[in-house]
Structures are given as structure tokens and as C-alpha cells.
């Protein structure tokens, strides 16, 4: 498995934007497509983006589409989603997660490895 570690969460205002960032331990970051979901509590984990293990593919959820963009820098073993225009709706713990595979899937049971997580909250 994969050790991960999440950052770049925070309170931003409608609008705005933010930056997510996520360390992956291991030698086998470049193989595996990495992800992003985020869960509000209550409710069920629910599927961001994700990139393929070469950074060629990525695949987004309807709801974060043309807003979110996800990318990664293999020599540095870190994944990252860039969060724009913000809405209120998008406050959740943002999670990173690892695949078992290189080609992209949004199935979260594809995914083996899971960060803690970073607090995005949106105001209004």
C-alpha cells in the first residue's frame, strides 16, 4: 500500500479557490492512478477525479467539471487538485487516494490506499 498525505485545505469565500496537495510514500506511485473523493459527514463518499499513473488521462466527476483540475508530479511523488470557482456545496474533507491500477476509474472500490483527508469549507 501506499502512504498518503493530504494538505492544502482551508476556508475560501464563494468563488474562490484553493489548492490541494498529497505525498505518496512508496515506489510504485507512478504506476497507479491517483484520486480525489470527499465525504461530507452523513453522507456517503463521494467520487472527485482521477489521473492515470503517466498523468496522460483524467476523468471528473459532472459536479466539479470545467471547475476542478487534477495533475501530478511523479518525480515528486505528489498529486494535486486545483479547486476554482467554489461553491458552498463543495465543503467536504477532501481525500486522496491511491488505485490498485494505472488506467483511470471512478470506482471507489478500485482504490486501496486512502489519505486522512483536508477540511475544505466554502462560505457563502
Known amino acids: 500500500q501506499v502512504q498518503l498525505v493530504e494538505s492544502g485545505g482551508g476556508l475560501v469565500q464563494a468563488g474562490g479557490s484553493l489548492r490541494l496537495s498529497c505525498a505518496a510514500s512508496?515506489?510504485?506511485?507512478?504506476?497507479?492512478?491517483m484520486g480525489w473523493v470527499r465525504q461530507v459527514p452523513g453522507k456517503e463518499r463521494e467520487f472527485v477525479a482521477v489521473?492515470?499513473?503517466?498523468?496522460?488521462?483524467?476523468y471528473y466527476a459532472d459536479s466539479v467539471k470545467g471547475r476542478f483540475t487534477i495533475s501530478r508530479e511523479n518525480g515528486k511523488n505528489t498529486v494535486y487538485l486545483q479547486l476554482n470557482s467554489l461553491k458552498p456545496e463543495a465543503t467536504a474533507n477532501y481525500a486522496c487516494?491511491?488505485?490498485?491500477?494505472?488506467?483511470?476509474?471512478?470506482?471507489?472500490?478500485?482504490?486501496?490506499?486512502w489519505g486522512q483527508g483536508t477540511q475544505v469549507t466554502v462560505s457563502s
Open positions: 512508496g515506489r510504485t506511485f507512478s504506476s497507479r492512478a
Open positions: 489521473i492515470s499513473g503517466s498523468g496522460t488521462f483524467t
Open positions: 487516494a491511491a488505485s490498485t491500477q494505472s488506467t483511470v476509474s471512478r470506482k471507489i472500490s478500485d482504490f486501496d490506499s
